[in-house]
């Protein structure tokens, strides 16, 4: 019974570290879980809806999305400067609105072309809209709890994630184009519902559009591009992401082509990540509410992610339950620097931006996450597949230098800002 009770109260601890507090955090929390839910139900079905119900040749749908994503980071600036100069609230709920607009146009495709007008309209709506809510989210909870409710939102995330990957597997399951058709709908219409969340929040007087009015030139010339050490900070954080498409491209190849192991163990350690994630993202983000801070997890982010490839680099022709143990120790490493590379990537972002500029500046960090979604997949199939051992030892290097990189870089931006920056009377 005692232990019981101790239990239930680690549960009760951790719900209220998880769970944002009342009020504007709660209904960025809500947000994240109507967003998670439509991106794991779209995602996890996208594939077979393009290719079997669309009727999208996979190389075209390939090509396609390609595209897609040079758009999306294209106009990712534009769209922060945007923000800042009308408020980020309102720009991510038209956003959202032309989401649920662009979804519902998926159903009346007919051709490639249409497919492509489309995928690229999704693409700068859903490149922008991290950007948008990471400038919402500091308008909204202010400098001392930004990080903090990053984290949380992360954690909700994986966690509506999860739930829309279990309904697009039903979809999936029944395999008709109404089934189909049924949730890309869904995921327009959770849109909505975003909206109206969205709709419901309150912005300080004191925040939005007003401080970042007179920020230099137009919405398509970025101050921000011309910084050139926060750009070098943003290309760093965004390269040590590649443990993204390591855990969805390169670990599964490897797993099937390499290893002993059982193809299924390649849900397995996407699943155990994201509970991971859930569970302790909260709890590591609190050495990241300082840029000095965060970049010391970014080193740490290096190093764990090199040593998480040390570990797969071991992990093939050794039998199933060896391979299996060392596939397993390697993820549960690699997920500490998801966990550090997260972290820091909250407080870099928003600690580094100068005030009323966090639209544009969310926006030139997330072009470092952007180029590592382009190029990664392609990066982790030529060496994880293409080089075997020597490739995970060469990703394993890469990690290690750029989280040494990463002290350097926010110190020289750091006192470069003191020294242009006025100082207060």
Same mark, same amino acid.
């Given at each position: 019974?005692?232990? =019981?009770? %101790?239990?239930?109260?680690?549960l009760? &601890?951790?719900?209220?570290?998880?769970?944002?507090?009342?009020?504007?955090?709660? %209904?960025?929390?809500?947000?994240?879980?109507?967003?998670?839910?439509?991106?794991?139900?779209?995602?996890?079905?996208?594939?077979?809806? @393009?290719?079997?119900?669309l009727?999208?040749?996979?190389?075209?749908v +390939?090509? =396609?999305?390609?595209?897609?994503?040079?758009?999306?980071?294209?106009?990712?600036?534009?769209i922060?400067?945007l923000?800042?100069?009308?408020?980020?609230?309102?720009?991510?709920?038209?956003?959202?609105?032309l989401?649920?607009?662009? @979804?519902?146009?998926?159903?009346?495709?007919?051709?490639?072309?249409?497919?492509?007008?489309?995928?690229?309209?999704i693409?700068? #709506?859903?490149?922008?809209? +991290? &950007?948008? !809510?990471?400038?919402?989210?500091?308008?909204?909870?202010?400098?001392?709890?930004?990080?903090?409710?990053?984290?949380?939102?992360?954690?909700?995330?994986?966690?509506?994630f999860?739930?829309?990957?279990a309904?697009?597997?039903?979809?999936?399951?029944?395999g008709?184009?109404?089934?189909?058709?049924?949730?890309?709908?869904?995921?327009?219409?959770?849109?909505?519902?975003?909206? &109206?969340?969205?709709?419901?929040?309150?912005?300080?007087?004191?925040?939005?559009?007003?401080?970042?009015?007179?920020?230099?030139?137009?919405?398509?010339?970025?101050?921000?591009?011309r910084?050139v050490?926060?750009?070098?900070?943003?290309?760093?954080?965004?390269?040590?992401?590649?443990?993204?498409?390591?855990?969805?491209?390169?670990?599964?190849?490897?797993?099937?082509?390499?290893t002993d192991?059982? =193809?299924?163990?390649?849900?397995?350690?996407?699943?155990?990540?994201?509970?991971?994630?859930?569970?302790? !993202?909260?709890?590591?983000?609190r050495?990241?509410?300082?840029?000095?801070?965060?970049?010391?997890?970014?080193?740490?982010?290096?190093?764990?992610? +090199?040593?998480?490839?040390?570990?797969?680099?071991?992990?093939?022709?050794?039998?199933?339950?060896?391979d299996?143990?060392?596939?397993? +120790?390697? &993820?549960?490493?690699?997920?500490?620097?998801?966990?550090? !590379?997260?972290?820091?990537?909250?407080?870099?972002?928003?600690?580094?931006?100068?005030?009323?500029?966090?639209?544009?500046?969310?926006?030139?960090?997330?072009?470092?996450?952007?180029?590592?979604? @382009?190029?990664?997949?392609?990066?982790?199939?030529?060496?994880?597949?293409?080089?075997?051992?020597?490739?995970w030892?060469?990703?394993?290097? #890469? $990690?290690?230098?750029?989280? $040494?990189?990463?002290?350097?870089?926010?110190?020289?931006?750091?006192?470069?800002r003191?020294r242009?920056?006025?100082?207060?009377?």
């Amino acid at each position: 019974m005692a232990e =019981a009770r %101790r239990y239930a109260g680690v549960l009760r &601890a951790w719900f209220r570290e998880t769970l944002p507090a009342a009020g504007n955090a709660r %209904r960025l929390g809500v947000l994240t879980l109507i967003q998670s839910l439509g991106l794991g139900v779209f995602l996890t079905s996208s594939a077979v809806f @393009f290719t079997r119900t669309l009727g999208i040749p996979a190389q075209r749908v +390939g090509l =396609a999305l390609s595209v897609a994503g040079l758009c999306g980071l294209l106009c990712t600036v534009p769209i922060g400067r945007l923000a800042d100069r009308l408020g980020a609230g309102r720009v991510l709920t038209v956003n959202f609105l032309l989401a649920a607009v662009g @979804f519902t146009a998926y159903c009346l495709v007919d051709g490639f072309a249409g497919f492509l007008a489309v995928a690229c309209a999704i693409a700068v #709506l859903e490149t922008s809209a +991290g &950007a948008l !809510q990471a400038s919402l989210t500091d308008a909204l909870v202010g400098e001392a709890e930004r990080v903090r409710v990053s984290a949380q939102m992360r954690s909700l995330f994986n966690l509506g994630f999860l739930g829309g990957a279990a309904l697009a597997g039903a979809a999936i399951a029944a395999g008709t184009p109404t089934a189909l058709y049924s949730v890309v709908l869904a995921n327009a219409a959770l849109q909505l519902v975003s909206v &109206a969340v969205l709709l419901a929040m309150r912005l300080p007087a004191d925040a939005g559009p007003r401080a970042a009015a007179e920020a230099p030139g137009g919405v398509l010339r970025s101050a921000a591009l011309r910084d050139v050490r926060y750009v070098g900070v943003a290309l760093v954080c965004g390269a040590l992401e590649l443990y993204h498409p390591l855990l969805t491209v390169g670990l599964p190849l490897w797993i099937v082509t390499a290893t002993d192991a059982p =193809a299924l163990l390649v849900s397995g350690l996407l699943i155990l990540d994201t509970v991971l994630v859930l569970l302790f !993202q909260v709890a590591v983000s609190r050495g990241a509410r300082t840029p000095a801070g965060a970049a010391r997890m970014l080193r740490w982010a290096g190093w764990a992610l +090199g040593a998480s490839c040390l570990v797969f680099a071991v992990s093939g022709g050794h039998g199933v339950l060896l391979d299996s143990a060392a596939l397993l +120790g390697g &993820a549960l490493v690699l997920v500490l620097g998801e966990l550090y !590379q997260a972290s820091a990537s909250w407080g870099l972002s928003f600690g580094l931006a100068p005030a009323g500029r966090q639209g544009e500046y969310q926006a030139v960090f997330s072009l470092g996450r952007g180029l590592q979604q @382009f190029a990664g997949p392609w990066l982790m199939t030529s060496l994880v597949v293409g080089a075997a051992g020597t490739g995970w030892l060469v990703l394993a290097a #890469l $990690f290690v230098l750029l989280g $040494f990189a990463a002290p350097p870089l926010v110190r020289g931006l750091e006192k470069a800002r003191a020294r242009t920056e006025p100082t207060p009377a």
